[in-house]
């Protein structure tokens, strides 16, 4: 009983209705219709269709757009995320959208919420982000005969000349000797600096050594298995000999203890008086291709891996 519309052969519109069509029956033309016209609407909503589909990290539950950390007086989250440095706030509403950002475990499905960075902890891809504009870290590639503090009393050079044009008053985190070169960092973070300090989180710190006289197997397994000391014993993680002549090695030592001119003794101990020390990684940042006597300000993705680190 199916009556066509004799202009165009095709079902009238009470007859689609009745045949259940939103805006056609069950003609096939009708039906592919209907069904591109919802595709291109899923393709344009893709934001919430796609994110709801996801599952929200480390066992948290996805929520529409996040509810159970929404707080209609906080900051959305694009905004947090471009003023911490993941690019345009386009940009960041891309990372929301492609479900890779969560607030406290909870994964963020709508570009609208809005959360308290003081008390919400921000994730892109399961990395802590540092929500507070206003800390910095700075790497430096210290010279040597600068002394790793911000004032000396004897008036030798130190940490403060080389971050003298920041207008944020920066400390230094851990030390390396006045004869020592490399990797150290400086921040107004003090989190991050009491837990780069504290011994209990052993956080790695990688040195290349050059050394008078030729490192045997035996020693490189001495150093492994920890020397003993007139403070007590040490051990390097790793040993590993970069490159040597009959009378000079290089060496790059991995250690967690961060003791007074530890490497040094630890070397001097087994024969093998230190030339050149350079301390090239502070657990996951590196020193890189950074001139001695140069800063650089730590990107959002290498201080998402320190706090990672830290257990921040």
């Not at 911490?84 to 499905?109: K, N, P």
């Not at 503090?149 to 851990?174: C, I, K, Q, W, Y």
């Not at 000999?241 to 630890?266: C, F, K, Q, Y």
């Amino acid at each position: 009983n199916w009556h066509g519309d004799p202009r165009t052969d095709r079902p009238r519109a009470d007859q689609r209705a009745r045949d259940g069509g939103p805006t056609g029956g069950r003609g096939r033309d009708t039906r592919r219709d209907w069904q591109n016209g919802s595709d291109r609407a899923r393709t344009k909503d893709r934001g919430r269709f796609a994110a709801g589909r996801r599952q929200a990290p480390r066992g948290g539950t996805a929520s529409s757009g996040g509810s159970a950390v929404h707080d209609e007086h906080g900051e959305r989250v694009q905004k947090v995320l471009a003023a911490a440095g993941f690019g345009s706030r386009r940009a960041c509403e891309e990372l929301i959208v492609d479900g890779r950002v969560s607030v406290d475990g909870v994964l963020v499905t709508e570009l609208g919420t809005r959360v308290d960075v003081a008390r919400r902890r921000i994730e892109v891809d399961g990395a802590p982000v540092q929500t507070d504009p206003h800390t910095v870290t700075v790497a430096l590639n210290k010279p040597a005969g600068v002394v790793s503090t911000m004032t000396d009393p004897e008036d030798r050079p130190t940490l403060a000349e080389f971050v003298a044009n920041r207008s944020e008053r920066l400390f230094h985190v851990g030390r390396l000797d006045i004869d020592s070169e490399g990797l150290i960092l400086l921040t107004n973070d003090g989190e991050l600096a009491r837990r780069l300090t504290h011994p209990s989180f052993e956080v790695p710190k990688t040195y290349v050594v050059t050394v008078e006289g030729h490192v045997s197997r035996a020693v490189s397994a001495r150093l492994r298995e920890g020397i003993e000391l007139e403070d007590g014993p040490a051990a390097a993680d790793s040993v590993r000999v970069l490159d040597g002549t009959p009378s000079l090695a290089l060496l790059e030592l991995t250690l967690h203890s961060g003791r007074n001119r530890l490497v040094r003794r630890m070397l001097d101990a087994v024969g093998l008086p230190v030339v050149r020390l350079v301390r090239t990684a502070v657990g996951p940042i590196k020193l890189g291709d950074l001139k001695v006597g140069r800063t650089r300000v730590l990107g959002h993705a290498e201080v998402s891996a320190l706090m990672r680190e830290l257990g921040m």
